[in-house]
């Protein structure tokens, strides 16, 4: 035989053999054939039906205003001082507790609404926001 000549058997072959792919494929086919049985095994259990529907009671907002000249509006309703601790503590004790919705003016002294929220707070009173109004340009 000689170097460089090319016989017909010396030639390289060029297709992809594929007995080893379908090899690994017949056993992986074969492996879950044995265990999807397995997993979709269940037991049947008649089991008691519930409705899905979660009956939620939702407490009414208090709106609460507080006045350019401090005075307090409990629902659009003006409240002194002594009655507003009461409202405050009415509220505080209600199951669900409704959330406290301070609008304040914008001439109103700081300390005015700050009192008011610590009052809320102090009464137990958790739930408290502010609503505002957007700025129109």
């Known amino acids: 035989m000689a170097i460089g000549t090319q016989d017909d058997s ?15 494929m017949l056993v992986l086919l074969i492996i ?6 397995v997993i979709n095994h269940a037991v049947n259990i008649d089991l008691p ?6 009956l939620v009671e939702k407490a009414e907002n208090v709106r ?15 409240v002194s001082d002594a009655d507003f ?3 405050l503590s009415a509220s505080a004790a209600l199951q669900p507790q409704p ?6 003016d914008k001439d109103v002294r700081y300390e005015r609404v700050a009192l008011a929220m610590a ?5 137990g009173l958790s739930r408290i926001g502010f609503v505002t109004e957007p700025k129109v340009p």
């Open 10 to 24: 010396d030639q390289m072959l060029s297709e992809i053999n594929m007995i080893p792919f379908i090899d690994v």
């Open 32 to 37: 879950f054939i044995i265990t999807v049985p």
């Open 49 to 54: 039906q519930a409705s899905n529907q979660k």
């Open 64 to 78: 609460l205003s507080v006045n350019a000249d401090g005075s307090y509006l409990w629902n659009d309703t003006p």
């Open 85 to 87: 601790e009461k409202r």
């Open 99 to 104: 959330e406290l919705h301070i609008r304040g």
């Open 119 to 123: 009052t809320a707070q102090r009464l």
